[in-house]
């Protein structure tokens, strides 16, 4: 499908990347992958394990060269020199990266002195940070002794203390509660207004659909779609989803359904489950009687509200459940 | 401009506190060329005269050790901690990066150097000593040990390989470079060796400020160490542009 949407030119576009090839050895990372960031705006790389989300970071912030393709950030070049944008972004790397000897505050000092902040600044921004971040009380202990979603929270810190234009989010909320990662969700969601664009990846549906402005579905080195969330979101929209319970009659009743209602769509999820999908409401009452006369005795109905996360198994044929088992592993292990 | 420098200072200050400031490090400066004159001393059984022979190969070799040692750590142990990636995401070049880091290294290998003099001067004399040229030719030799370290620390990726390889090189020079034994006792085949290593050059400026006794043209040592800095400080750079941004 072709991109429908064009470049931002008004405001100006902040990131273009045209056709970045990285292959390791046999493995091709990155094929011919483009995209373009608008100011202000929230992108989002959302793919499995592999897909090559990391690789885009690093080639993007100049830790990895791309075989070939182009990159301009800010209007700068950066397919030639991968340094030339390096003080505009800021980069929170998939993992905690930070110093473990050093406490959190000073942690935050360094990070702002490599970008040439001066010291009276330095120090209060990092009081600002450990602030919003609620991580006042715990400024002053080392880095190490840090549990996962502190460490997480700091690093985040970390990425915006030299109010990057453009920050970086390798997976912003992997391995850590619910809680902090809602928090971390929203001190992100709260950036673009101050003029922060971020490029942001993840393997979470849900927040992906929630932070991101556009999003591109990457799997396997290529990008399979690149939209707004709206437009993703459009050819579901006005869909009803009705989830049916009828137990182990799932086959039989699908069938009697679909005779009688040819206008909707049913599947079969499993012996006990059918799935119907229309444009119109669905109402539950006929089908409860129907399913009543062919002696089809219905457990339970439930409505869906339709999500990218149907888009996303539609255009890229994954499952969205591997998605969500890979992350759910990466939590088990964190 | 000022605001690369910020980043050096800070970057130097924070491996001076994590790295070269902590007590293991200061102890070991202390003990490490005292241990060396000690042996001497024991082994030929001679008198406090010998420390003009001896100083030049102390003050070396305890640049060369405190110098190299701390790069496998500064840098390889950062690199493998994935910290050092903040250092090459930040807006500073390549080369002032590099230099940032080496920096304190040197510094840590001049201040050892210092500490066999301190030492000497409670038994000798050594107002006859030419301190306009130790001075830069101890730095000169700091910054060519430190390059060296530099250079291993990112040809290998573990830190235990980082020593391992470090003292492939060292031991051999404690023997090569005219520390101890003058290279003319060398068994001829050995000789051309001496040459491939910085500290031979290095030692001779020590040993014609201390006692006039240098083989070679001092101008000649100084200019063949600074290119030795030269060739370590850019390769080191060209292998991380190879190998870690990948
Ligand atoms: N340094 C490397 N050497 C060899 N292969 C690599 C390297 N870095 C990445 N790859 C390979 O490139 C592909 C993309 O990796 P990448 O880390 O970009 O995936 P990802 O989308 O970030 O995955 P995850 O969700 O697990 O973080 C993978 O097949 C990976 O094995
Ligand atoms: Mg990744």
Same mark, same amino acid.
């Given at each position: 499908?072709?991109?429908?949407?064009?470049?931002?030119?008004?405001?100006?576009?902040?990131?273009?990347?045209?056709?970045?090839?990285?292959?390791?050895?046999?493995?091709?990372?990155?094929?011919?992958?483009?995209?373009?960031?608008?100011?202000?705006?929230?992108?989002?790389?959302?793919?499995?394990?592999?897909?090559?989300?990391?690789?885009?970071?690093?080639?993007?912030?100049?830790?990895?060269?791309?075989?070939?393709?182009?990159?301009?950030?800010?209007?700068?070049?950066?397919?030639?020199?991968?340094?030339?944008?390096?003080?505009?972004?800021?980069?929170?790397?998939?993992?905690?990266?930070?110093?473990?000897?050093?406490?959190?505050?000073?942690?935050?000092?360094?990070?702002?002195?490599?970008?040439?902040?001066?010291?009276?600044?330095?120090?209060?921004?990092?009081?600002?940070?450990?602030?919003?971040?609620?991580?006042?009380?715990?400024?002053?202990?080392?880095?190490?002794?840090?549990?996962?979603?502190?460490?997480?929270?700091?690093?985040?810190?970390?990425?915006?203390?030299?109010?990057?234009?453009?920050?970086?989010?390798?997976?912003?909320?992997?391995?850590?509660?619910?809680?902090?990662?809602?928090?971390?969700?929203?001190?992100?969601?709260?950036?673009?207004?101050?003029?922060?664009?971020?490029?942001?990846?993840?393997?979470?549906?849900?927040?992906?659909?929630?932070?991101?402005?556009?999003?591109?579905?990457?799997?396997?080195?290529?990008?399979?779609?690149?939209?707004?969330?709206?437009?993703?979101?459009?050819?579901?929209?006005?869909?009803?989803?009705?989830?049916?319970?009828?137990?182990?009659?799932?086959?039989?009743?699908?069938?009697?359904?679909?005779?009688?209602?040819?206008?909707?769509?049913?599947?079969?999820?499993?012996?006990?489950?059918?799935?119907?999908?229309?444009?119109?409401?669905?109402?539950?009452?006929?089908?409860?009687?129907?399913?009543?006369?062919?002696?089809?005795?219905?457990?339970?109905?439930?409505?869906?509200?339709?999500?990218?996360?149907?888009?996303?198994?539609?255009?890229?044929?994954?499952?969205?459940?591997?998605?969500?088992?890979?992350?759910?592993?990466?939590?088990?292990?964190? | 401009?000022?605001?690369?420098?910020?980043?050096?200072?800070?970057?130097?200050?924070?491996?001076?506190?994590?790295?070269?400031?902590?007590?293991?490090?200061?102890?070991?400066?202390?003990?490490?060329?005292?241990?060396?004159?000690?042996?001497?001393?024991?082994?030929?059984?001679?008198?406090?005269?010998?420390?003009?022979?001896?100083?030049?190969?102390?003050?070396?070799?305890?640049?060369?050790?405190?110098?190299?040692?701390?790069?496998?750590?500064?840098?390889?142990?950062?690199?493998?901690?994935?910290?050092?990636?903040?250092?090459?995401?930040?807006?500073?070049?390549?080369?002032?990066?590099?230099?940032?880091?080496?920096?304190?290294? %040197?510094?840590?290998?001049?201040?050892?150097?210092? %500490?066999?003099?301190?030492?000497?001067?409670?038994?000798?004399?050594?107002?006859?000593?030419?301190?306009?040229?130790?001075?830069?030719?101890?730095?000169?030799?700091?910054?060519?040990?430190?390059?060296?370290?530099?250079?291993?620390?990112?040809?290998?990726?573990?830190?235990?390989?980082?020593?391992?390889?470090?003292?492939?090189?060292?031991?051999? *020079?404690?023997?090569?470079?005219?520390?101890?034994?003058?290279?003319?006792?060398?068994?001829?085949?050995?000789?051309?060796?001496?040459?491939?290593?910085?500290?031979?050059?290095?030692?001779?400026?020590?040993?014609?400020?201390?006692?006039?006794?240098?083989? *070679?043209?001092?101008?000649?040592?100084?200019?063949?160490? %600074?290119?030795?800095?030269?060739?370590?400080?850019?390769?080191?750079?060209?292998?991380?542009?190879?190998?870690?941004?990948?």
């Amino acid at each position: 499908m072709p991109e429908m949407i064009s470049k931002d030119n008004n405001d100006g576009f902040l990131i273009d990347a045209v056709k970045l090839t990285k292959k390791f050895g046999d493995i091709t990372a990155l094929d011919e992958v483009s995209f373009f960031l608008n100011k202000r705006e929230v992108f989002g790389f959302l793919g499995p394990n592999g897909a090559g989300k990391t690789t885009t970071i690093n080639i993007l912030t100049g830790l990895s060269r791309a075989d070939s393709g182009r990159i301009s950030v800010a209007g700068l070049d950066c397919t030639k020199n991968p340094k030339a944008a390096q003080h505009l972004i800021g980069i929170v790397p998939d993992e905690s990266n930070l110093y473990p000897e050093l406490t959190g505050f000073d942690n935050l000092c360094f990070c702002a002195s490599l970008y040439g902040i001066r010291k009276e600044e330095r120090k209060k921004r990092a009081a600002e940070l450990l602030d919003l971040f609620g991580l006042k009380q715990a400024g002053g202990r080392k880095f190490a002794g840090y549990s996962k979603g502190m460490k997480r929270k700091l690093t985040i810190a970390a990425g915006i203390i030299h109010h990057p234009q453009i920050l970086f989010l390798d997976e912003p909320t992997t391995g850590i509660d619910v809680a902090s990662a809602r928090q971390i969700r929203q001190l992100i969601s709260e950036l673009p207004e101050k003029g922060t664009t971020i490029f942001l990846t993840t393997h979470y549906i849900e927040e992906a659909e929630r932070l991101c402005d556009r999003i591109a579905f990457i799997v396997n080195g290529k990008i399979v779609r690149t939209d707004t969330v709206e437009n993703l979101l459009q050819p579901v929209k006005g869909k009803q989803i009705m989830l049916l319970s009828v137990q182990g009659a799932a086959g039989k009743a699908s069938a009697v359904l679909a005779d009688a209602f040819p206008d909707f769509n049913f599947q079969y999820v499993s012996t006990d489950q059918i799935r119907i999908e229309a444009g119109t409401d669905i109402h539950l009452a006929p089908f409860v009687r129907l399913l009543d006369e062919h002696g089809i005795e219905l457990n339970e109905a439930k409505r869906q509200v339709p999500t990218l996360e149907d888009i996303f198994v539609n255009v890229t044929g994954i499952e969205a459940k591997i998605l969500r088992k890979e992350s759910d592993k990466k939590r088990g292990q964190a | 401009m000022k605001k690369k420098w910020i980043a050096f200072w800070n970057i130097l200050l924070k491996d001076m506190r994590s790295y070269y400031l902590k007590p293991p490090n200061i102890s070991w400066g202390i003990i490490f060329p005292i241990a060396w004159i000690g042996m001497f001393f024991i082994k030929t059984g001679r008198g406090v005269e010998d420390v003009f022979d001896l100083l030049p190969g102390v003050i070396s070799i305890s640049v060369l050790f405190g110098t190299t040692s701390m790069l496998a750590v500064t840098v390889t142990f950062e690199k493998k901690a994935r910290s050092f990636e903040r250092l090459l995401l930040a807006p500073v070049s390549l080369n002032f990066l590099m230099f940032a880091k080496t920096t304190g290294a %040197i510094f840590f290998g001049a201040v050892n150097a210092a %500490i066999p003099v301190i030492f000497s001067l409670f038994l000798v004399d050594l107002s006859n000593v030419s301190w306009g040229i130790i001075v830069p030719a101890v730095v000169l030799i700091a910054i060519a040990s430190a390059f060296l370290g530099l250079f291993v620390a990112v040809t290998v990726s573990e830190v235990f390989e980082a020593q391992t390889f470090s003292n492939f090189l060292r031991f051999p *020079m404690v023997f090569l470079c005219g520390l101890f034994f003058p290279i003319a006792s060398l068994p001829f085949f050995l000789r051309p060796l001496s040459y491939v290593f910085p500290l031979t050059y290095g030692v001779d400026i020590l040993r014609g400020a201390v006692s006039g006794k240098n083989i *070679m043209p001092l101008g000649l040592d100084f200019l063949i160490i %600074i290119c030795f800095c030269l060739i370590l400080f850019y390769a080191s750079i060209k292998n991380i542009n190879k190998k870690w941004i990948t």
